[in-house]
């Protein structure tokens, strides 16, 4: 028994991942997956860069918002990215989730077993499935890897302050390639900057290892993201960025933010921490520094690693509530006005990890115990957290919605109104459309009632689109097109102009036409309201909607065509403006 024990984490993990790959093979495209910041963002960029050859192109223009530099988009220097290129798009999103929770998996063993004194089977299963739970965190997909992959650099860092060997510097270097530097980077470099300050001081010598470390890491962030750094450095180009309007909160909705990010994450990362951890965490807090107090021993409160990363967590989200306090962004802008702007508040993406890291402590101090009852509660423990994460709904939960509406479709007989991921993208049906009306590569086009990443996924050029960066200028080209709409909805306006990520068609009179439902329900109005003059001077020649326009003679469209089957629930008509 023993001896099969001491291989139950990774074997553990092996049938997790194998069942997996099962799962969406069987199922295939007709998966559930996140539609909001993933298959409107992007999994369609990445199809069409793959589809009109810029993947790689140096200085090229991409087929949407009229033509934005590629230099704007993911660099194609990065393992998620390259899935892309390589694979179909829903086999390269499939194939990133595995590798995200494989790498996982890897990182936090490999670090947790740095890290503690005492090995054994019990170590070696906790830390592997506790790096299982990592991995099956429903977090931001585009970017599960980097996320993944934080426990490794610092497992890198404290092998090359241990041991000063060539192969850390070189894994250190190649590290960007798996990571992001906007989301996970920058605040590596600025936590290993803080870091050399502190072990400096504490070591009464300079930590030369760690300083090489950083430089290495800021180099191959350049390397690995040379468009990203480009773009900062040698572009002179006003972007969307510098109009979007920051949010301010008074003292206590700072407050309430701090907190409720603290128990529930924010959108990206919606860990469900909140159901098993924290409160495990929060018990074990009170008995750990309740042992402190009784035995006399507040220094030790102070250095245990628990502590420090229970201090770490609340920094971050302390961090992410000045975020909206005009004070200190005011103080930023003036102190070190570069960073005027950037969102410093995504120290709190760092937290899934600490979150899972206490959880290991904990479960590592009660295998220590050497008493059955407690090891096993250590696996109760680490599963359970698991299982809260697999079995909630979130944002991201892809196998959740999966298995929910598959099962709700296929076992009880009814019919779902969300969309899976072929009827989303509707390849068939659009090639039909193309064909039909004779879509030749270059001609533009832009959609209405569906987001314009159903039409890039699907080789079709696009004036809208959505993107966090690209040139001002164009969105005040784009806002003449959409100006009637804006007029019409006050809240539709604040919208587009303090913030125009999303540079889309929009309704005079619904707050939202833009559905990823089946269904069109909601929909009142079905005029549109453009300025087709406008619309015509930025070239474009088809308007693709789910709405019958009817006022479509009033503004200048012609309607070309009506489409639907090829397996699509979706009513295309094509007009245009020729």
């Not at 196998?399 to 099962?407: E, P």
Request: charged share 15%.
């Amino acid at each position: 028994m023993k001896r099969y024990m001491k291989h139950f984490g990774t074997a553990f993990a092996c049938v997790f991942i194998l069942a997996v790959i099962i799962f969406y093979a069987c199922i295939g495209e007709n998966s559930y997956i996140a539609v909001q910041d993933n298959m409107d963002l992007f999994i369609a960029q990445f199809a069409m860069l793959r589809n009109s050859g810029t993947f790689f192109g140096l200085g090229s223009a991409a087929p949407f918002l009229g033509g934005v530099s590629r230099d704007v988009l993911p660099s194609e220097l990065s393992l998620y990215t390259l899935l892309y290129m390589f694979l179909p798009s829903f086999a390269a999103y499939v194939t990133g989730y595995v590798l995200k929770v494989v790498i996982a998996i890897v990182s936090c063993r490999l670090l947790f077993l740095d890290m503690v004194q005492e090995k054994n089977e019990h170590t070696e299963n906790l830390a592997t499935l506790t790096g299982l739970l990592y991995g099956v965190l429903n977090l931001f997909p585009a970017f599960g890897i980097p996320f993944s992959a934080i426990p490794l650099i610092v497992y890198l860092l404290r092998k090359v302050y241990a041991e000063k060997s060539l192969k850390w510097y070189a894994l250190i270097f190649l590290y960007p390639f798996i990571s992001y530097f906007s989301y996970i980077g920058f605040f590596i470099i600025g936590y290993l900057f803080v870091a050399v300050i502190i072990f400096w001081i504490k070591d009464r010598k300079f930590p030369l290892s760690l300083f090489i470390s950083m430089i290495l890491l800021s180099l191959g962030s350049v390397v690995f993201e040379y468009r990203l750094f480009y773009m900062m450095l040698f572009s002179d180009t006003a972007t969307i960025r510098d109009t979007m309007v920051q949010t301010y909160f008074g003292t206590g909705d700072m407050l309430r933010e701090m907190w409720d990010v603290f128990l529930n994450g924010m959108m990206h990362i919606e860990d469900v921490h909140k159901y098993v951890i924290l409160p495990v965490c929060g018990i074990y807090f009170l008995i750990l520094n309740g042992s402190y107090i009784v035995k006399k021993n507040v220094k030790g409160m102070f250095t245990d690693i628990f502590n420090l990363c229970a201090l770490l967590l609340v920094l971050d989200c302390v961090v992410y509530g000045l975020y909206y306090s005009e004070f200190v962004n005011n103080l930023i802008k003036t102190v070190v006005p570069p960073l005027t702007g950037f969102q410093y508040n995504r120290t709190v993406f760092f937290n899934p990890f600490i979150w899972c890291a206490m959880l290991f402590i904990i479960v590592y101090r009660l295998s220590g115990m050497g008493k059955k009852a407690a090891t096993a509660l250590g696996y109760i423990l680490v599963m359970a957290a698991g299982a809260a994460v697999l079995l909630s709904p979130t944002r991201y939960n892809d196998l959740y919605n999966t298995a929910f509406y598959t099962v709700r479709q296929n076992v009880f007989g009814n019919v779902n109104d969300d969309l899976n991921y072929r009827e989303f993208y509707s390849e068939d049906l659009f090639k039909e459309i193309k064909k039909d009306i004779g879509y030749e590569d270059g001609d533009w086009a832009v959609a209405y009632g569906m987001h314009p990443a159903v039409l890039e996924y699907n080789g079709i050029s696009t004036l809208d689109g959505y993107l966090g960066f690209y040139p001002q200028s164009y969105k005040e080209d784009f806002r003449k097109i959409i100006a009637p709409a804006l007029e019409r909805k006050e809240n539709t306006r604040i919208y587009f102009d303090e913030w125009g990520a999303r540079c889309y068609l929009y309704s005079g009179t619904d707050d939202t036409i833009v559905m990823a439902t089946k269904s069109m329900t909601g929909v009142t109005d079905r005029d549109i309201y453009i300025d087709t003059d406008a619309l015509k001077d930025l070239g474009c020649k088809y308007l693709f909607s789910r709405i019958e326009l009817s006022n479509a003679a009033d503004v200048g469209l012609s309607l070309i065509g009506e489409y639907s089957g090829y397996g699509s629930p979706y009513t295309i008509y094509v007009y245009t403006s020729d």
